[in-house]
C-alpha cells in the first residue's frame, strides 16, 4: 500500500557508514516500523531504533535523537512540504 523506498534508505546508511539510525513515522505509518526496520537490518550493519514519539508532518523532526548518538534520520511526515510535496527525509547527523 506504501512505498517506503526501502532501497533507497538502505542505500543512504551504507552510503554513509550510518552505525546508529533512527526511523521516525507519523503513527498512520508506525505499524511498518518493525518490517522496515528489520529489512534495514537484514541489509545494513546499522542499529536501528525507532522513534514513538509525535511525528506531525514534515516539519516535526525529533532532533534530539543526536544526543543519543543517532548517525542518520530517517523521517516520514505525513504531509509534505508546501513547495516540493515531499514526505520523506534523509538527515545526515553526524
Same mark, same amino acid.
Request: net charge positive.
Given at each position: 500500500?506504501?512505498?517506503?523506498?526501502?532501497? +533507497?534508505?538502505?542505500?543512504?546508511?551504507?552510503?554513509?557508514?550510518? +552505525?546508529?539510525?533512527?526511523?521516525?513515522?507519523?503513527?498512520?505509518?508506525k505499524p511498518k516500523?518493525e518490517e522496515l526496520?528489520?529489512?534495514?537490518?537484514?541489509?545494513?550493519?546499522?542499529?536501528?531504533?525507532?522513534?514513538?514519539?509525535?511525528?506531525?508532518?514534515?516539519?516535526?523532526?525529533?532532533?534530539?535523537?543526536?544526543?543519543?548518538?543517532?548517525?542518520?534520520?530517517?523521517?516520514?511526515?505525513?504531509?509534505?512540504?508546501?513547495?516540493?510535496?515531499?514526505?520523506?527525509y534523509i538527515i545526515?547527523?553526524?
Amino acid at each position: 500500500m506504501y512505498n517506503l523506498e526501502t532501497k +533507497k534508505i538502505i542505500c543512504e546508511i551504507k552510503k554513509t557508514n550510518s +552505525k546508529l539510525v533512527c526511523l521516525n513515522l507519523p503513527d498512520g505509518l508506525k505499524p511498518k516500523a518493525e518490517e522496515l526496520q528489520k529489512e534495514i537490518l537484514k541489509e545494513t550493519n546499522a542499529n536501528v531504533i525507532l522513534w514513538g514519539g509525535s511525528c506531525y508532518g514534515s516539519c516535526d523532526l525529533p532532533l534530539e535523537v543526536k544526543r543519543l548518538g543517532v548517525d542518520l534520520l530517517i523521517h516520514f511526515g505525513h504531509a509534505g512540504w508546501q513547495d516540493g510535496g515531499k514526505r520523506e527525509y534523509i538527515i545526515d547527523l553526524k
